[in-house]
Structures are given as C-alpha cells and as structure tokens.
C-alpha cells in the first residue's frame, strides 16, 4: 500500500511523522520504503543518511532501484532491545528533486510505475510518501500513486485549513484513480500533532473532531523528545523509547495499521 504523509501547511510534522510512521512500521515486521519526495532532504538529514538524488535518477534517468535505493540499519530506527523484525528503505532527495516534474510531465503515471516497481524490486509491504508543503507539478502523480492519505495537522486554523486543501485536491483525483487504475482511494487518518491544553488547541480539536470525526487519530502532543531526537538524527524509538512521545508514536502507527485492516476488508 502506498501511503502520502501530507497537508498543504509547512513545518506541521509531515516529515516527522513520516519517518516515524516508516520506522514503526519496519520495527514491526513490514518491509517498508519511504520516498521523500521534497527537495528539502529531510528523510536523509533525519536519518543522517548522505543527501543524494536518488528519486531524481530514477525517475529522470531511469537509473535502476537497486542503485539508488538506501537500506537503512536497524539500530538506526528501532529501539537495542526491540530491533526491526521487517526492512527499511529510503529514497532520498535533494536539491534536484524540484526538477524531476518538468522531465516526467508527459508521463503522468511515471511516479506510480516507480511505486509498483519499487514494492516488486524490495518485495514490500508499504511505500510511505514524505511530501513537501508547496504545491508543486509533481503532486498530482504522487496522488494519482497514493492508495491512503495521512493527513498532519496542528491544532491551529491555518494548519486545519491545509487539511481541508488537501483533501479537496485529493478529491479531485478519486474517481480519475478507480477509472484509470481501478485503484481505490482511503484516508488513513487525520492526525493533530504539537497539541497543548490551550483553550484555542482545545477548540481546534473539536473543529476537527465535527468534520473528521472517524478518521481522527489520538493527538500528539508537543513535547521536547520529538525534536531533540530530531536534532541527534535519532527517532524516538532509539532516542527516548519509553517516553510518552514515544508511546503516542507507537499508538499513532497502531491506529494507521488498523485504518490499512479495515481497508483491505472492505476492497
Ligand atoms: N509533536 C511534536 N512536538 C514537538 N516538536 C515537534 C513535534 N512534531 C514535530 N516537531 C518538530 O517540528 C519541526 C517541523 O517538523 P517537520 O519537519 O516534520 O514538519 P514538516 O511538515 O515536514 O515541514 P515542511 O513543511 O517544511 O516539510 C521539527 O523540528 C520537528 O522536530
Ligand atoms: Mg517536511
């Protein structure tokens, strides 16, 4: 399944999240790639893995995937004592990676070729998509890819109103999938992240809570864990595996692992 960690808001915890989300999963047991798919590199910075084009040279020249593909270690994702039972892949990106839309313009189902690769060449389970906040021409292939959406939010207008643009252009795009791919589309989940017992957080919640009802995941609160392990290049699973941001990291990709059940029941 291909997931998209998304919201059109900058700096609410895509990349976070999806690194987390990536990590959990494969501590769990699934085969896991995560493609970022901004310019800003983050996945590779968070993972002190080295800044490369690699979503670049697949897409543009074509380069096969087991020459741009990063197998991360275990023991740089996955708590000593708990180490990954499945697999984690990154597909980095740089710089470059603002180029690729202008050269894959005529191949509108070119990035959803390289997910169906990819999951062949790693025999995955799960692609997660990082993306980036700025609207770009790459967005409506990585959408035309992306099976189920995580949508990101703080608990802050402007992030909610992210939310809700997301979602409409991801509408846009749902019957396109199932008439071209037959492919189904679903939302995992809408997850409000950096939360604090504030009045206005607290109302945020519940505006979320009145139009997202079902799909809202358990909030994330802000806590000093998630961007200190950010800033040792560590996930919490390593840096702080017993805190309580940790233990909303895990209940997070509980929630998700639930959302993709229910979905394949119901496919
Ligand atoms: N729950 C949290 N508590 C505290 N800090 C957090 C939390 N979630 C994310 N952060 C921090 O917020 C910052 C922004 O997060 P991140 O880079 O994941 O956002 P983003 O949505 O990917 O940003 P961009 O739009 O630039 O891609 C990072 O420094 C991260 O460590
Ligand atoms: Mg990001």
């Known amino acids: 399944m291909n997931i998209a960690v998304t919201n059109r808001k900058g700096g609410v915890g895509k990349s976070t999240m999806s690194l987390h989300l990536a990590s959990g999963l494969a501590t769990l047991g699934y085969r896991v790639a995560l493609v970022d798919t901004d310019s800003q590199g983050h996945v590779s910075l968070s993972l002190d893995l080295p800044e490369t084009d690699g979503l670049y040279r697949a ?16 023991d740089a994702y996955s708590p000593a004592d708990n180490p990954a039972k499945g697999h984690l892949f990154v597909i980095p990106a740089e ?12 191949q509108p189902f070119k990035f959803l070729n390289f997910t169906d690769d990819l999951k062949k060449v790693l025999n995955l389970h799960f692609v997660v998509i ?3 906040p700025t ?9 035309m890819a992306t099976d189920g959406y995580l949508y990101v939010s703080e608990a802050e207008k402007l992030s909610r109103h992210g939310v809700e643009k997301a979602i409409k252009q991801m509408s846009g795009l749902v019957n396109d999938r199932v008439r071209h791919l037959r492919r189904p589309t679903t939302v995992l989940g809408v997850l409000p992240n950096k939360v604090r017992n504030t009045d206005s957080h607290i109302y945020n919640l519940e505006e979320m809570e009145a139009a997202y009802g079902k799909y809202m995941l358990d909030p994330i609160r802000l806590r000093t864990a998630w961007s200190e392990a950010s800033v ?16 909303e990291a895990w209940r997070m990709i509980q929630q998700v692992v639930e959302a993709v059940n229910a979905w394949h029941q119901t496919k």
């Open 95 to 106: 710089d470059k990676t603002y180029q690729i839309s202008s050269h894959i313009e005529q």
């Open 130 to 132: 990082d993306t980036s």
């Open 232 to 247: 040792y290049t560590e996930t919490l699973f390593t840096y702080a595996p017993t805190s309580e941001a940790a233990k």
């Open 135 to 143: 609207i770009k021409d790459l967005d409506s292939q990585i959408f």
């Open 59 to 74: 897409l543009v020249n074509d380069e096969p995937i087991e020459d741009i593909v990063i197998s991360v270690e275990k």
